[in-house]
């Protein structure tokens, strides 16, 4: 049992990808392991997902993982002598092609900037570092640079006021897709999401093999939040290129939005990027990033990750176990439930709504120690988490698939076990787990939700008010 409520997503790296060091991150804290396909090989992929499910089994623990495809990336292409200056005011020529470029001329390997940039539009270039205005689209593009400096070989292109004609998923992500799902991960992320239609043509590819998190880091995906998060299974505050795409300081605005929309969908979200990044080097964070971790729970984050601090980071375990201090910190605070009252859910005319919202008044009123859910898809414990009720939750389901995603939802302990016979069966195991898992004591409530007849999925009709006995 953790003793907290909000996840860790760690990403896997050169730092961090031996199996004893998955196994010390994993006991430190992590729920959740994230693999950044655009970096390594199917081979060493499949190899770290391997010694994650060696770990689940010896240590009894659900653990999630995540494929995260590196989607329709826009470079430049390269200069004959492996950069440019760009010059303040300097009017330059975008070309389309793979040619060498040199002074005054970027060659780059999309046409379909053509159909999509018209003047007024923004190239960002290098996460950000340099800028150009777009002025005129012919057969090329001139543009004057705003934000100038050096630009080298094959630097990564932001593309500001339009929405790009590409799939969010590329050749590459499909391959890489269709490899993941063979290892049975838990969860795909999505990268460059721009319309509701990037995500249902992922979704016909995988065909609920894995849940499918949607990476929101381009404004056409925030304007159009609500329908591209109830088409996903999960949401990812991507503040690199977010923070690129949009005004610095509409990023903590932006990522406020979405956190809310994830919670009232019932949809588990999570915060992404710079949120402890001083200790890729340094074996303590800035008061900054602690608040910054602290904030996202007080907004309702179900998980914050961690990029660089755990892939090539010198304190891949410490930086860890810093971020579970945090969220403890922040959720032992008198205060933290008070963030949480008149939350806006959307819910429908179903039993199972009604008992999750039930269960939120329960819960406070006779100060429960746990909620023990049971589950045969996840979508009832995912109810009841975005209730936030004051408690741990315990999502007990027979099927191990749905164990390792539950790892990723606010408050959830996911234990795999058979469901009950009867009723009397049922309460017995919940006292059983109460006493063993969670160390409760006779005369403690605890919640009970599940369905009659019981391992019929979609049929939550029971909540029961129990007592250890």
């Known amino acids: 049992m953790r003793n907290r409520l909000a996840k860790i997503v760690a990403t896997v790296g050169p730092a961090s990808a031996a199996p004893s060091n998955l196994e010390l991150l994993s006991d430190v804290g992590v729920d959740v392991f994230r693999l950044n396909f655009s970096h390594g090989k199917h081979e060493g992929h499949g190899k770290v997902v391997d010694a994650i499910r060696e770990i689940e089994t010896r240590r009894g623990r659900p653990i999630a993982i995540v494929a995260d495809m590196q989607g329709p990336k826009i470079r430049v292409a390269t200069f004959s002598d492996d950069h440019i200056e760009l010059r303040y005011g300097q009017t330059v020529t975008i070309k389309i092609g793979d040619d060498e470029g040199g002074d005054g001329v970027i060659y780059m390997p999309h046409p379909e900037l053509l159909l999509a940039l018209k003047p007024g539009c923004y190239l960002k270039f290098d996460d950000g570092k340099l800028s150009v205005k777009v002025t005129a689209v012919g057969k090329d593009i001139t543009a004057i640079v705003e934000v100038p400096g050096k630009l080298g070989n094959r630097k990564g292109v932001n593309v500001i006021g339009a929405v790009l004609p590409v ?88 990522q406020r939005r979405i956190i809310q929309v994830a919670r009232r969908l019932g949809r588990p979200v999570i915060v992404a990027t710079h949120m402890l990044e001083s200790m890729i080097d340094s074996p303590t964070p800035t008061r900054a990033e602690a608040s910054d971790v602290a904030t996202a729970m007080y907004q309702g984050a179900d998980a914050v990750m961690l990029s660089a601090e755990t892939a090539v980071g010198r304190h891949p375990a410490t930086t860890v176990a810093i ?45 429960a120690k746990a909620v ?47 469901d009950p016979v009867n009723f009397d069966d049922m309460l017995g195991s919940i006292n059983a787990l109460a006493k ?26 029971t909540l029961k008010i129990g007592v250890v006995e």
Not at 442 to 455: E, H, M, N, Q, R
């Open 167 to 254: 799939s969010a998923m590329t050749d590459k992500d499909r391959k890489d897709m269709v490899f993941a799902l063979s290892k049975n991960v838990d969860f795909i992320a999505l990268s460059f999401v721009q319309t509701v239609e990037d995500v249902t043509n992922a979704q016909e590819i995988i065909k609920g093999r894995a849940g499918l998190i949607v990476k929101i880091e381009k404004p056409s995906a925030v304007d159009d939040i609500e329908e591209i998060v109830r088409a996903s299974d999960g949401v990812m505050v991507a503040r690199g290129d977010l923070g690129v795409e949009l005004p610095l300081e509409q990023v903590p605005v932006v």
């Open 323 to 367: 971020m579970d201090r945090i969220i403890r910190a922040a959720e032992g605070d008198p205060d933290f439930w008070e963030g949480f009252k008149g939350d806006k859910i959307n819910r429908r005319t179903t039993a199972e709504d009604a008992i999750s919202a039930s269960i939120h008044t329960i819960a406070h009123t006779l100060e």
């Open 372 to 418: 023990f859910g049971y589950t045969s898809s996840g979508s009832t414990v995912k109810r009841i988490a975005r209730t936030r009720p004051p408690c741990p939750i315990i999502g007990l389901t027979p099927h191990k698939h749905i164990a390792s995603r539950m790892a990723l939802t606010w408050g959830v302990t996911p234990i795999i076990l058979k």
């Open 436 to 461: 063993s898992e969670l160390g409760l004591k006779k005369g403690d409530t605890v919640l009970v939700s599940a369905g009659i007849p019981f391992g019929q999925p979609g049929t939550t009709n």
